[in-house]
């Protein structure tokens, strides 16, 4: 099983602020990684997928970039509602397992 | 606009099998392009990738699940389901239904990431 150890836990920011979060896997998964935001009381939304495509709809302030076994989602400028929990997943093993981080909150300081 | 929406009992006895259905609306689940897929969440906690079925009911299962779990389409229906038996309180989650879009791999078709969630659903395992 491909481990996904996403960092820090918590990350606190002012809005306006940049935002970098980090995903490592425990082997190379290429760049077959996506990254979701998470609201309380929500579904998890897809945000980037192939490690740094834009899924329709998703603001140009959220963006993603790296391959292999390093990840980062970058928030350019926080707004309000971006405060939320963010996971990656990687989608690159046979058999398929497909597995999460376990996530960054993202929270007002 | 694709929609999915999960249905089943909210509350499952341990021991006992729990079940979910996936009605999905707004398109197909027999569009070639899609696997189907089974995620959960517990209480506070992360995302569990259960297992993804095609339309063909070829199914991909999470390997720490396999034993316990059996995912299938209903075409006609426009529906995929989930059972996992032998539940326990272990198993009390938010389970999502969610369509992935595939990922060629080696001239396989496989499951990827999900682009579209239900809103999910509370089961909790308690006698």
């Known amino acids: 099983e491909i481990v996904m150890t996403q960092s820090p836990a918590t990350l606190s920011v002012s809005p306006g602020e940049r935002a970098t979060l980090s995903c490592r896997a425990s082997?190379?998964?290429?760049?077959?990684l996506a990254w979701y935001q998470q609201k309380p009381g929500q579904a998890p939304r897809l945000l980037i997928y192939?490690?740094?495509t834009r899924a329709t709809g998703i603001p140009a302030r959220f963006s993603g970039s790296g391959s292999g076994t390093e990840f980062t989602l970058t928030i350019s400028s926080l707004q309000s509602e971006d405060f939320a929990v963010y996971y990656c997943q990687q989608y690159n093993n046979w058999p398929p397992a497909l597995t999460f981080g376990g996530g960054t909150k993202v929270e007002i300081k | 606009q694709l929609q999915l929406q999960e249905s089943g009992p909210g509350l499952v006895k341990p021991s006992e099998t729990l079940s979910l259905t996936c009605t999905v609306s707004?398109?197909?689940?027999?569009?070639?392009?899609?696997?189907w897929g089974w995620i959960r969440q517990p209480p506070g906690k992360g995302l569990e990738w259960i297992g993804s079925i095609y339309y063909s009911g070829s199914t991909y299962y999470n390997p720490s699940l396999k034993s316990r779990v059996t995912i299938s389409v209903d075409t006609s229906k426009n529906q995929f389901s989930l059972k996992l038996s032998s539940v326990t309180a272990a198993d009390t989650a938010v389970y999502y239904c969610a369509r992935s879009p595939q990922l060629l791999w080696f001239g396989e078709l496989l499951p990827a990431f999900f682009d579209y969630w239900g809103q999910g659903t509370l089961v909790t395992v308690s006698s």
């Open positions: 707004g398109g197909s689940i027999s569009s070639s392009s899609y696997y």
């Open positions: 192939g490690a740094s």
């Open positions: 082997q190379s998964v290429s760049s077959n």
